[in-house]
C-alpha cells in the first residue's frame, strides 16, 4: 500500500511539501541562507572537505547529501526496488555531470537551491528558473529526434551495485570519527571551512535524519524537478510537476512563518545579480541534467538503487566543482568567476554534441 500510495498524484505532492518543509527548518537550524537544501552546492563542499578544492569558506562533508544516498538505498531494499544496473556511456554521464556543476556553480544552485532560492524572495533566480526550463526545454528536442545513451545493463553482481552506496557509508564514518577540531579548519582526514557558507551547516544528527528521510521519500515517490519540467513540456504531464510545485509554494509559506523570506535583487545571500550568467549558467545545467536523464538530487537517489551510471554522474558533479573552485569558474557574490563565462560556453557546445551524437547512436 505504501508502495503503490507514493506513485499518486496525491503522494507526489506530499513529498513536495515534507521536502519544502524541511529545506527551510534546516536553514533556520544553521545551513547557510535560500540553501536549506542545494545538492550541487553541498557535493562542492564535500570535493572541498576531501580536498579537491581549496577554497577555505565551502568545505564540509555535507550529512544531507550522504543521507540521500543512504535513505534510497535503505528504500529500495525494502521494497526489492534495488537493481545493480550500469553501462550505458558511462564516461559520458561523467562529462555531463562535470558541465553540469560548471553551470549550476554559476548561476550558484541546482534545481531545488533555485526554487528556494526565489522561496526566500531572490528575485535573481527567475533568471535561473527560466535558464532552467529552456535548458530542459533543448533536452526535449533532442528526445523527439532520437537521442539516447542507450540502455542500461543489469550487472552481473549486487555488490558491484552496492559499492557506491558503501563508498557513502565509508565517507558517513569517516565523518564521525573525524570531526572538526575546535577552533581549526584541518581534522585527521577532512578540510572544514572557519567561515563563510561551508561554516554554517545544522547538527550533525539534524542534517543527517533529514538527508535519510528525504532520500527514502524520494525514491518512493520518484521526485524528480528536470523530470517535472521534461514531463511537462515533452509529454502534457503533470504528475512531477505537482510535487514540484508543492515544494516551492510550501516553502515559500514557510519562509514567510520563520521570518526568512526578503524579496528582492541585491544583497541576496550567495547570489550574484549577473542575470545573463545567471539565466546561461542554467542552461547548460538543466541541458545537461536532461542528456543524462535526471536532476542532482534524482541522481543521488538513482545511485542508492543501485544505478552505477548515476552514481558516475555524481562523480562527475564532484570533480566538476572542484575543477570550478580550481580553475576560476564558479561565481560568488560578488559576480561570475574570471573564466566561468567560457566554461559554460564550452559546456553548451559540449551538451549539443553529445545530443546531436546521442541521435545517430554513435556513443
Known amino acids: 500500500m505504501i508502495r503503490n500510495w507514493f506513485a499518486t498524484r496525491w503522494g507526489i505532492i506530499v513529498v513536495g511539501i515534507?521536502?519544502?518543509?524541511?529545506?527551510?527548518?534546516?536553514?533556520?537550524?544553521?545551513?547557510?541562507?535560500?540553501?536549506?537544501?542545494?545538492?550541487?552546492?553541498?557535493e562542492r563542499d564535500i570535493a572541498g572537505a576531501l580536498g579537491l578544492h581549496r577554497v577555505e569558506v565551502v568545505q564540509y562533508m555535507r550529512p544531507e547529501i550522504l543521507g540521500f544516498v543512504l535513505g534510497a538505498f535503505v528504500s529500495a531494499l525494502i521494497f526489492k526496488e534495488?537493481?545493480?544496473r550500469g553501462g550505458s556511456a558511462s564516461f559520458v554521464r561523467f562529462i555531463l555531470g562535470v558541465f553540469a556543476m560548471i553551470g549550476a556553480l554559476v548561476f550558484l544552485g541546482c534545481p531545488w537551491r533555485t526554487l528556494l532560492r526565489l522561496a526566500?524572495?531572490?528575485?535573481?533566480?527567475?533568471?535561473g528558473l527560466a535558464g532552467l526550463i529552456v535548458g530542459v526545454g533543448i533536452g526535449t528536442i533532442f528526445f523527439k529526434i532520437g537521442y539516447s545513451l542507450g540502455r542500461t545493463q543489469n550487472l552481473a553482481s549486487p555488490l558491484l551495485g552496492v559499492s557506491f552506496p558503501v563508498l557513502i557509508l565509508g565517507l558517513l564514518i569517516i565523518f564521525l570519527f573525524d570531526p572538526q577540531p575546535e577552533g581549526q579548519a584541518r581534522g585527521k582526514i577532512l578540510f572544514y571551512s572557519l567561515q563563510g557558507p561551508g561554516a554554517m551547516h545544522a547538527p550533525l544528527e539534524i542534517s543527517l535524519l533529514a538527508g535519510l528521510f528525504i532520500g527514502f521519500l524520494a525514491q518512493r515517490s520518484r521526485f524528480c524537478t528536470m523530470g517535472a519540467f521534461r514531463d511537462l513540456i515533452l509529454f502534457r504531464q503533470f504528475h512531477l510537476f505537482l510535487g514540484v510545485l508543492a515544494f516551492a509554494i510550501t516553502a515559500f509559506i514557510v519562509n514567510l512563518i520563520l521570518g526568512q523570506f526578503k524579496p528582492g535583487f541585491e544583497n541576496q545571500p550567495i547570489a550574484h545579480t549577473m542575470q545573463v550568467w545567471n539565466f546561461l549558467g542554467m542552461v547548460l545545467a538543466g541541458l545537461a541534467f536532461a542528456?543524462?536523464?535526471?536532476?542532482?538530487?534524482r541522481q543521488l537517489i538513482?545511485?542508492?538503487e543501485g544505478d552505477m551510471d548515476a552514481a558516475i554522474f555524481v562523480v562527475g558533479m564532484i570533480v566538476g566543482a572542484a575543477i570550478s573552485h580550481n580553475?576560476?569558474?564558479?561565481?560568488s557574490p560578488k559576480g561570475v568567476g574570471?573564466?566561468?563565462?567560457?566554461?559554460?560556453?564550452?559546456g553548451l557546445m559540449v551538451c549539443v554534441i553529445i545530443g546531436i551524437l546521442g541521435r545517430y547512436k554513435k556513443i
Open 18 to 42: 515534507l521536502i519544502g518543509v524541511i529545506s527551510p527548518l534546516l536553514q533556520k537550524a544553521g545551513n547557510p541562507p535560500n540553501m536549506g537544501i542545494c545538492v550541487a552546492c553541498m
Open 82 to 84: 534495488f537493481r545493480p
Open 120 to 127: 526566500g524572495g531572490d528575485f535573481n533566480a527567475i533568471f
Open 291 to 297: 542528456l543524462a536523464g535526471g536532476c542532482p538530487g
Open 302 to 304: 538513482l545511485s542508492g
Open 327 to 331: 580553475f576560476g569558474l564558479a561565481s
Open 338 to 346: 574570471p573564466y566561468g563565462p567560457i566554461a559554460v560556453i564550452i
